[in-house]
C-alpha cells in the first residue's frame, strides 16, 4: 500500500481527481466525464494521474462524490418502486404539504409521486403515537401483497406504517416476509431510514430511500468492478449529504444519505482548508459547469440542516420556498443551488429577455468554443470571448477552445440584443452573476446572516471567474480562491472524516423532561453508531437535539454537551434554543412551552492523512503573457497580463490580472488586488 489518498468528483463537464501524498502534496488530474459509464472516466484519471506521480495504483483510501442519485430523481430514471402503508394512508404522497415554490402561478402543478397510485398499497394495521398496538396486523393481507408484487416487475418497495417511529414491530415484520418472498428486491422501511415525526417526510424519505437503491447499487458495484479490473485498490469510501465519507457497503443499504454527495465535498474542505488559514467564517461559491452552489461556514463550522428537497427541477434547502420537489428529512449540508455554470445554455426568450439556464451543454456536446459539435452558446463561450478563459486550451491543453466558434455562437444573441458581441457577452456574465446571487443569499441573507461578514471561498472549474464580480455585487469585501480551486470537490474529499449518525423522536416539553432519561436515550443512539464505526478507538461523538415551540411546524437544531444530564443543562438547552430562534427569526416567544421533537447522534472516525496541504504539483509558474480582456463598457478592454499562481506573492498585485492554472482561471478586476497568503491561497481584496 502507498499511503497515497486519492478522490474523485463527479461532475456534469469534467471528473475531477485530486491525489494526496504522505506528506500532503496534493497532485491533480481532470478529465471529460463519460455519461455512458461514470466508473470509466474515474478510471481512467485514477491510471493517469498513478502514472504521472509513477506510484502504484494501491491505495490507502479511494474517495469519491458523484450526482448518481440526485440525477435519478431529477430524470426519473429510478427503480420501479411500490409503498406498502397503513390503511386509509395510500395518499400522502399526492397531499404532501400545502406550500408550494411559485406563489402567483395558479396553475402550478407539482413533480407526480415517485410511486404512482398503482403501486401503493394499504394494510391493515394501526399504532398509536406512544407506540401502543391499537389494531394487529393482518398477516394474511401481506402475504398476499408479497406474492402480487413477486409477479410484478417493481425492483424496490417502501414501508412506511402510522407512528412507526414509536414501535417499528409492523414494520419489520412486513419487510422480514417481503425479504423472504423477493430476494434480491430492494426494501426500504420507514423505522430504519427516518425514525421521526411527520408522515410525509418519513413517507417521502423511505421512497427516494427505495427509488434510487438499485440504481446506486448498481453503479457502485460497477465501480467496484471497474476499480478492481484495472488494479487499483484502496478501501473504497463515498462522501454523504451530511459531510462525512462512509464505506460504500453502508451506502448501497441506505443510498439517501448520498443523495447530495458532490456539493458536499467542497464544502467540508472549504471549512477544514480556511480554518487551518484563519478564515473562520465563509460562504462557499462552487461553480461547475452545470451548476453553481453555496454554503455558509460559521466559526470554522459546517452548517447542516435536515429540511431538503430535491426532484421536479428544484435541488435546495430553503425554509421560505418550498414544495418544489420530494422531501428528503436527512442530514444533509445546508447547500443551496441554482443551474447556472459555465455550460449553461443562453437564449433570448418569446418576451425579448436574456436568459441564462438551467439547461446545460454538459460534457456532450459541451460549449460550441469546445469544437466537439456543440452550437448552442453558453457561459464558457462568452467567458472565452471576454478574455476571461484562454482563447486557446484550457486544463493545461487538454482541452482545446475554437474562439471563433464561440463568436460565431454569440452572434444572433448580440444580433437580437442589438449590440457588440462583446456586449452580450458581457450581460450573458452578468447575468450569470445575478442568477448564482441567489444561491448565496439563499444560505446567508435569508438565514438572517449578512453576506459583508463573511468572505467568499471560491472553487469550481468557473468559481475564480465569477467570484469577485459576485463578490462585489453582495459587497463583500475579500474572495479566496484555494489551492486546486478547480477541482476543489475532489480535494474537499481527501479531509472528509468517517460519519455515522443514528436519530429517534422524543416528543417531550422541556418541561416535564427527565434530564436522565434524555441522557439514556442519547447513550442508546450513541451505542448504535460506535459500533457502525470501523475504528471505534479514534470515534468522537456529538450530541444534538432538535427543539421548538409548541404548536410549530419546523424545528431547530441545538448542540448538546455529551455526558450526565441535569436540570441546569436543560435549562441551557432551552436558552440555546430561544438563542438561535432569536437569530434565525429575528424574535423570541417569551413563556412559550418549548418542546424537544428528535434526539441525534453523529460519531466520526478522523481520515487517515494529512490535516493540510503541505503543497500543489499543478501550480503554474509564473510567466510572461498578455491579452485584451473586456471588463464591461465602464473599464472598456484592456491590455491584462496573464500570470500563474506562482507569480504571486505577499505584496498585492493590483488588477487587471488573471490567474491561470490547470485547474482553472482566476478573473482580478481592475479595482481590485490580488496576492498569495503562506498557504497557497489567491487571497483578493475588493
Not at 394474511?140 to 418497495?157: C, F, I, M, P, Q
Request: proline share 5%.
Amino acid at each position: 500500500m502507498t499511503g497515497y489518498r486519492i478522490a474523485a468528483d463527479i461532475g456534469g463537464t469534467f471528473t475531477d481527481i485530486a491525489c494526496l501524498s504522505p506528506d500532503g502534496v496534493l497532485s491533480t488530474h481532470k478529465i471529460p466525464s463519460t455519461p455512458d459509464d461514470y466508473a470509466r472516466a474515474i478510471a481512467e484519471g485514477i491510471r493517469a494521474l498513478s502514472a504521472e506521480l509513477g506510484i502504484a495504483r494501491d491505495f490507502l483510501d479511494v474517495l469519491h462524490a458523484s450526482t448518481i442519485a440526485t440525477n435519478a430523481i431529477l430524470e426519473g430514471k429510478g427503480a420501479e418502486t411500490a409503498l406498502v402503508t397503513t390503511e386509509g394512508f395510500r395518499d400522502v404522497l399526492e397531499l404532501r404539504r400545502i406550500r408550494v415554490p411559485r406563489l402567483y402561478e395558479p396553475l402550478y402543478r407539482k413533480p407526480p409521486p415517485l410511486v404512482p397510485r398503482r403501486r401503493r398499497y394499504e394494510i391493515s394495521e394501526r399504532i398509536g403515537p406512544k407506540g401502543e398496538v391499537l389494531k394487529a396486523l393482518d398477516i394474511d393481507a401481506v402475504h398476499r401483497l408479497a406474492a402480487l408484487l413477486a409477479a410484478s416487475s417493481v425492483e424496490a418497495v417502501a414501508i412506511c406504517f402510522l407512528h412507526s417511529y414509536a414501535n417499528p414491530a409492523h414494520e419489520q415484520q412486513v419487510a422480514e416476509i417481503l425479504r423472504a418472498v423477493l430476494p434480491g428486491r430492494f426494501i426500504s422501511i420507514s423505522s430504519e431510514v427516518l425514525p421521526e415525526i411527520r408522515e410525509y417526510e418519513r413517507t417521502s424519505t423511505t421512497v427516494v430511500n427505495a427509488y434510487i437503491g438499485p440504481v446506486v447499487a448498481r453503479y457502485l458495484r460497477s465501480l467496484q468492478s471497474r476499480l478492481k479490473e484495472d488494479g487499483i485498490g484502496g478501501r473504497l469510501l463515498m462522501m454523504q449529504s451530511s459531510g462525512g465519507t462512509l464505506d460504500v457497503e453502508r451506502v448501497i443499504a441506505k443510498p439517501a444519505q448520498v443523495v447530495e454527495s458532490g456539493p458536499a465535498a467542497g464544502v467540508v474542505g472549504a471549512a477544514r482548508l480556511g480554518l487551518h488559514a484563519g478564515y473562520r467564517d465563509v460562504i462557499t461559491f462552487d461553480m461547475g459547469g452545470t451548476t453553481a452552489k453555496a454554503s455558509l461556514i460559521e466559526d470554522g463550522k459546517v452548517v447542516g440542516t435536515d429540511e431538503y428537497e430535491v426532484g421536479g427541477g428544484i435541488s435546495l434547502n430553503s425554509k421560505l420556498v418550498k414544495g418544489g420537489g420530494y422531501a428528503l428529512k436527512l442530514p444533509v449540508i445546508d447547500v443551496s443551488e441554482v443551474g447556472a455554470g459555465g455550460g449553461s445554455i443562453v437564449r433570448v426568450d418569446a418576451g425579448g429577455a436574456l436568459k441564462v439556464g438551467p439547461q446545460s451543454a454538459g460534457a456532450v456536446p459541451g460549449p460550441a468554443c469546445y469544437g466537439l459539435g456543440g452550437a448552442e452558446p453558453t457561459v464558457t463561450d462568452a467567458n472565452v470571448l471576454l478574455g476571461y478563459l484562454n482563447p486557446e486550451s484550457l486544463a493545461g491543453g487538454a482541452v482545446r477552445i475554437d474562439l471563433e466558434k464561440a463568436r460565431a455562437a454569440l452572434a444572433p444573441i448580440a444580433e437580437i440584443l442589438k449590440c457588440d458581441v462583446l456586449d452580450a457577452a458581457y450581460g450573458v456574465h452578468r447575468l450569470a452573476n445575478a442568477t448564482m446571487m441567489r444561491a448565496v443569499k439563499a444560505v446567508s441573507t435569508y438565514r438572517g446572516r449578512d453576506p459583508r461578514d463573511f468572505t467568499l471561498f471560491a472553487f469550481g472549474g468557473n468559481g475564480g471567474v465569477h467570484a469577485v464580480e459576485l463578490a462585489r455585487e453582495l459587497q463583500m469585501h475579500r474572495v479566496i480562491v484555494p489551492p486546486g480551486a478547480g477541482v476543489f470537490s475532489a480535494v474537499g474529499l481527501l479531509f472528509v472524516d468517517i460519519e455515522v449518525a443514528r436519530s429517534a423522536a422524543y416528543l417531550t416539553p422541556i418541561a416535564e423532561a427527565d434530564a436522565a432519561d434524555v441522557a439514556q436515550r442519547f447513550r442508546q443512539l450513541e451505542a448504535s453508531v460506535v459500533a457502525e464505526l470501523d475504528d471505534r478507538e479514534r470515534a468522537t461523538v456529538r450530541w444534538r437535539a432538535d427543539l421548538r415551540y409548541a404548536g410549530q411546524g419546523f424545528e431547530l437544531g441545538i448542540e448538546v454537551m455529551p455526558g450526565a444530564l441535569t436540570d441546569q443543562d436543560l435549562a441551557a438547552i432551552r436558552e440555546a434554543f430561544e438563542q438561535e430562534h432569536e437569530r434565525t427569526y429575528g424574535h423570541r416567544l417569551v413563556g412559550r412551552q418549548i418542546d424537544f421533537v428528535t434526539l441525534r447522534v453523529i460519531g466520526t472516525v478522523a481520515h487517515r492523512g494529512p490535516s493540510h496541504l503541505a503543497a500543489a504539483r499543478h501550480t503554474t509558474p509564473a510567466r510572461e503573457a498578455r491579452r485584451p480582456v473586456y471588463f464591461g463598457p465602464l473599464q472598456g478592454l484592456r491590455d491584462t497580463p496573464v500570470i500563474g499562481r506562482g507569480g504571486l506573492g505577499a505584496e498585492p498585485f493590483q488588477g487587471p490580472l488573471v490567474i491561470e492554472e490547470y485547474e482553472g482561471t482566476t478573473v482580478v478586476p481592475p479595482d481590485a488586488s490580488a496576492s498569495l497568503d503562506i498557504h497557497n491561497n489567491i487571497i483578493i481584496n475588493l
